[in-house]
């Protein structure tokens, strides 16, 4: 999975911030924006996974014409696709899993105005015997998040596990 | 806004409720904004029927965004060089979720002053549901 135009838009942000519950004028305010030490919107920490929306392909995005797993009036009968790449340009990237880690390292903070391309490079795979839950497999993926001008701003490292039965302690 | 070293001293800690009853909407609020629309976040049919699950559960992204707003609310804005989680444990609509930071480390790197922070979010049952760490840059 690759994305390769992630136009970083100040209204994106805004929902995304207004849907983690984050009110700070730094994500919306371009006055208060420019007064404060970043001198310009920028966007909240985790707003890179959103390069889902961008990823043409992206296997948790249903598409007009084609099969999807959710449910109409009755369940589809339908099995989710697996991308095989846990961590994918956005969400864990395993339908049928669960995501297990997710680790940014910011370069520089994006903004709007920013147009960002994400590169997304397989990691490890390992495997662990889980209590609840029966064989775990974990699937790491590593995401580079370059500007336009090519510089990389975010390294984003995504972990995926799928596992055998649905893990329902907690609940 | 942002830190500064004479300020802080390893051991201190800095809480938040990030959400009081979370609500199936704030969940689909999520799903839309980040382009995530698996449907165990929004779809009670299949994931009740089809995967097994006993409701509709949180993305953990949510749950890493969330916690991220209590990060930038203790560091400053435009601060954070790392954040890294592990979610440990579902959240579920109608969970209370807190979270707590406590400063692990002060030092230099580069001529940067820097935090390294530990980070913990738990559930009404004081469940972890998400444990990571941070660092940021501080003030001299």
Not at chain 1, 54 to 60: E, M, N, Q, R
Not at chain 1, 96 to 118: C, K, M, N, W
């Amino acid at each position: 999975m690759a994305v390769e135009k992630f136009p970083v838009e100040a209204s994106h942000i805004l929902m995304f911030a207004r849907s983690v519950g984050d009110e700070n004028p730094i994500y919306s305010d371009e006055a208060h924006a420019a007064g404060s030490e970043v001198g310009k919107i920028i966007a909240p920490p985790t707003f890179a996974q959103a390069s889902a929306q961008f990823d043409p392909d992206y296997i948790l995005r249903p598409k007009p014409g084609q099969p999807w797993f959710g449910s109409g009036g009755q369940p589809t009968g339908l099995k989710p696709k697996s991308s095989g790449s846990g961590g994918g340009s956005g969400g864990s990237g395993i339908a049928a899993g669960l995501h297990a880690e997710q680790h940014f390292e910011y370069h520089r903070h994006i903004s709007p105005g920013d147009v960002l391309t994400a590169e997304v490079k397989p990691g490890k795979t390992w495997e662990k015997e889980g209590r609840r839950s029966g064989k775990l497999i974990f699937n790491e993926t590593i995401t580079e998040y370059r500007d336009q001008n090519g510089e990389l701003v975010i390294t984003a490292r995504g972990v995926g596990v799928r596992t055998e039965r649905p893990v329902d302690a907690g609940k | 806004m942002a830190l500064k070293r004479s300020e802080i001293k390893v051991g201190d800690t800095y809480s938040e409720r990030l959400v009081e009853d979370l609500k199936r909407t704030q969940i689909v609020q999520y799903a839309g904004a980040s382009g995530d629309y698996n449907p165990l976040h929004s779809d009670e049919v299949f994931t009740t029927q089809v995967a097994g699950y006993p409701s509709v559960f949180a993305h953990g992204m949510l749950t890493m965004g969330m916690t991220g707003k209590l990060l930038t609310n203790y560091v400053g804005d435009g601060r954070l060089t790392k954040y890294g989680v592990r979610f440990t444990s579902q959240v579920w609509p109608g969970d209370t979720l807190d979270s707590t930071v406590t400063v692990e480390a002060v030092r230099e790197e580069n001529g940067e002053q820097l935090v390294d922070l530990s980070l913990q979010t738990v559930n009404q049952e004081g469940r972890v549901v998400l444990s990571g760490t941070a660092t940021a840059r501080i003030d001299a």
